[in-house]
């Protein structure tokens, strides 16, 4: 490689490339045929780095040749070598060396691990990145295709959304072990350690490509143990191209022509695309943006896959709707939890139905909508908590749900950042007993209290519980006091009628699907009455978008009645009655008395429920 040399006013003598290295030898301070020269070099690191040990001699000598074409060893414009050498060595004795590492590629394998507890936690990290991109739909489902050398069919889970997409740097990011945080201030944002997106796709498969797409640009990206097997470091295949409406050329200010040629080349020789399924997912983009993953070689169980999928029915009810299941179906342990029916373990759908605070974004699982569940929206007999710990304001809502009595659950909810971190969380008496709580669901976000002022986070970073922290110990007791007024100031005293009516909550609540805001309706309409698509102009409540969304005043204890299309299944049976005296918010409350019926009251003890 020829080099000219620059004239003395650019202030450099010799400019050398060789390899991932550039020398620069610059001027001496006094003009002299002996004066030592200084050498600066630069290493680029944006290029694969050949690890393979190198004789030192050799590479001196090949950098020796260089520098002689810049002028000759003997012309006035040239540099002996000899000297450079020697101001080389003085330059690098007084500079500190720097250590860098390698990752071997079972590495991979390795990262997958943070979720080997529960695999819906690898999922969950990447709808959290779908939501940070501001998507406002997301498809999940299990598709099959077929493998190239084994001509195999095997499923592959794939996960799109039309967020805001990735250009090339920020797909760097995403494959990168950890990146440095943005200065922004997000509140909404989720992610925070810069893993999620390896930790959560190594660990539903072995190979996962990334096609994502913004308004200038769309780029690949092959993380895969397929590909870097019997290699001493992980190599990530990435092409970008900029984008110009639909015309796509490769972006030459990321990666060279042939960077991008070999990288593709890869992607096709070690996954199930080609060019031509390449361009058929790349068009369901269209003219807009977003992600789309897929991942394949899928974690096994056995001599099955760690996940089970089934297709919903067309136009079957809300169960017969299609779903993907732990292949295992066991409920997690918990503390003080006997009861083995909790959906949210096993069923995606269930999990999705619960996993944000304030649901946004529609999300399909199996191509069949996923109905959002906000909990405390659920409730019945609310009451909003308030309180300071370590001088940060909390919040609580705290409520009972008939369908969690019957599933014999309850206990507290724990949202950060609007996302759903632990479930079923038992405190107070909820520990010592299986009745006493028994139905009780509290719900709160604990950001204010997790996420320090100094950037340190309390959240694991699977996402999926909390460190031992003063933070969570003070939360512990918090919740526990309140929990056990709750359920002595409402539950001490409860008399139901013989049939066991079905109760709605105090609000029953109605998600308009474009908005996404959510809407209260009348006590007296019927929510099985409502479209499977509904809007805000539609009824019963005749408004629109632009309406500020609904929300309960804290301080409020609402107690519901039994209200039309929840009739017991008996024509005379009794009302639900509550004794001693409540505030209540409007003329929802009504306490009948029948004094001929005979109906068996229910006292707490420490033990329980237990009938007199």
């Not at 632009?546 to 009302?575: F, H, W």
Request: charged share 25%; glycine share 8%; hydrophobic share 35%.
């Amino acid at each position: 490689m020829h080099h000219k040399v620059p004239r003395p006013a650019d202030r450099i003598v010799a400019l050398i490339t060789f390899k991932q290295y550039q020398f620069y030898i610059l001027p001496p301070a006094l003009v002299s045929t002996s004066s030592p020269v200084n050498v600066a070099y630069n290493i680029d690191n944006t290029g694969s780095v050949d690890t393979r040990p190198r004789d030192s001699e050799s590479d001196v000598s090949l950098a020796g040749s260089q520098l002689e074409e810049c002028g000759g060893p003997n012309t006035a414009e040239g540099l002996k070598f000899s000297r450079a050498e020697e101001t080389c060595n003085e330059y690098q004795s007084r500079v500190p060396l720097k250590n860098f590492i390698r990752a071997d590629p079972s590495y991979l394998k390795t990262l997958g691990q943070a979720h080997s507890g529960w695999i819906f936690g690898a999922i969950a990290e990447l709808v959290d990145n779908s939501k940070d991109a501001k998507a406002t739909k997301m498809d999940i489902f299990v598709d099959i295709i077929q493998l190239k050398k084994s001509r195999k069919d095997v499923p592959m889970l794939c996960l799109i959304d039309d967020g805001q997409g990735m250009n090339h740097d920020e797909v760097m990011k995403m494959v990168s072990f950890g990146h440095k945080q943005s200065d922004k201030v997000d509140t909404d944002r989720i992610g925070k350690f810069g893993v999620g997106f390896k930790t959560g796709a190594m660990r539903l498969g072995r190979d996962v490509l990334v096609l994502t797409q913004t308004t200038t640009s769309r780029s690949l990206a092959f993380l895969s143990q397929s590909l870097n097997e019997g290699k001493d470091n992980i190599e990530i295949p990435i092409v970008s191209y900029c984008r110009q409406g639909q015309l796509m050329e490769v972006d030459l200010s990321m990666q060279s022509e042939a960077l991008a040629k070999y990288n593709l080349k890869a992607i096709k020789d070690f996954s199930p695309f080609n060019k031509y399924l390449i361009g058929e997912k790349a068009a369901l983009f269209g003219t807009g943006t977003g992600t789309q993953i897929y991942i394949w070689n899928l974690d096994e169980w056995g001599s099955k896959y760690c996940l089970e999928w089934h297709d919903g029915l067309k136009g079957g009810s809300s169960f017969h709707q299609g779903d993907i299941l732990i292949q295992s179906k066991r409920t997690r342990s918990r503390p003080g939890q006997i009861s083995q029916k909790v959906p949210l373990d096993y069923s995606l759908r269930a999990y999705l139905e619960i996993i944000f605070l304030v649901p946004r974004m529609k999300i399909s699982v199996q191509r069949t909508l996923v109905k959002s569940r906000p909990l405390s929206k659920f409730l019945t007999q609310t009451v909003v908590e308030t309180g300071d710990i370590l001088r940060r304001p909390v919040e609580l809502i705290l409520g009972f749900s008939q369908l969690e009595w019957e599933r014999a659950n309850c206990g507290m909810f724990l949202y950060w950042h609007g996302r759903l971190i632990e479930a079923y969380k038992r405190v107070g008496g909820m520990t010592h007993s299986a009745d006493v709580g028994r139905g009780v669901i509290g719900v709160v976000d604990v950001t204010n209290l997790m996420d320090d002022e100094d950037g340190r986070v309390w959240v694991h970073n699977n996402k999926q519980g909390f460190q031992d922290s003063e933070q969570y110990a003070c939360l512990e007791q918090w919740l526990s006091r309140k929990v056990d007024e709750y359920w002595d100031n409402n539950f001490d005293a409860l008399e139901l009628n013989k049939d066991n009516c079905v109760f709605k909550p105090d609000h029953e609540w109605v998600q308009c699907d474009k908005c996404r805001k959510w809407r209260i309706l009348p006590t007296d309409f019927d929510s099985r009455k409502l479209p499977l698509e509904w809007f805000c102009f539609m009824k019963p409540f005749k408004g629109q978008c632009s309406d500020s969304e609904q929300k309960m005043a804290p301080g409020i204890v609402n107690v519901s009645t039994k209200r039309s299309g929840y009739a017991c299944l008996l024509k005379d049976s009794n009302d639900k009655k509550l004794e001693g005296d409540r505030k209540t918010s409007g003329a929802d409350y009504k306490s009948i008395k029948y004094e001929d019926a005979k109906i068996p009251a229910l006292k707490r003890l420490r033990k329980g429920l237990w009938k007199q």
